[in-house]
């Protein structure tokens, strides 16, 4: 099992920064990749971003291409979110998922474990 604990969320004005963190543990951090999904009320959660067990291969979703960028501490167990330039269409709760082995880091049901959410508000 792995455990998951986003934190950082937080009400922003348009324009300005957060950055979320996800301390994992129970199993090897660094033999799952990783991923960030965000969902509204009554849609299905999208990907955001997600990066590979070493750190190396990174992906984005186009809406968040150029302002987010994604990152993992294999040392610290906990892999980041640094949110830039946030528009209030990024208002959502942001999850922090983890998987062993993915064909497509994009979808979500290939992620075997889920943290419990952190919510993003963004005023405009």
């Known amino acids: 099992q792995v455990q998951l604990v986003e934190s950082g969320g937080g009400l922003v004005q348009a324009g300005g920064s957060l950055r979320l963190s996800c301390a994992a543990s129970?199993?090897?951090?660094?033999?799952?990749?990783m991923g960030w999904f965000r969902q509204v009320p009554g849609k299905e959660r999208d990907v955001v971003a997600a990066?590979?067990?070493?750190?190396?291969?990174?992906y984005y979703a186009d809406s968040v291409k150029g302002r987010f960028t994604i990152s993992r501490d294999n040392a610290k167990n906990t892999q980041y979110l640094q949110m830039n330039s946030l528009k209030p269409e990024d208002t959502a709760v942001y999850y922090c998922?983890?998987?062993?082995?993915?064909?497509?880091?994009?979808?979500?049901?290939?992620?075997?474990?889920w943290g419990q959410g952190t919510q993003v508000t963004v005023s405009s």
């Open positions: 990066i590979s067990w070493s750190g190396t291969s990174t």
């Open positions: 129970g199993r090897t951090f660094s033999n799952y990749a």
């Open positions: 998922a983890a998987t062993y082995v993915s064909a497509d880091y994009s979808r979500p049901d290939e992620y075997q474990y």
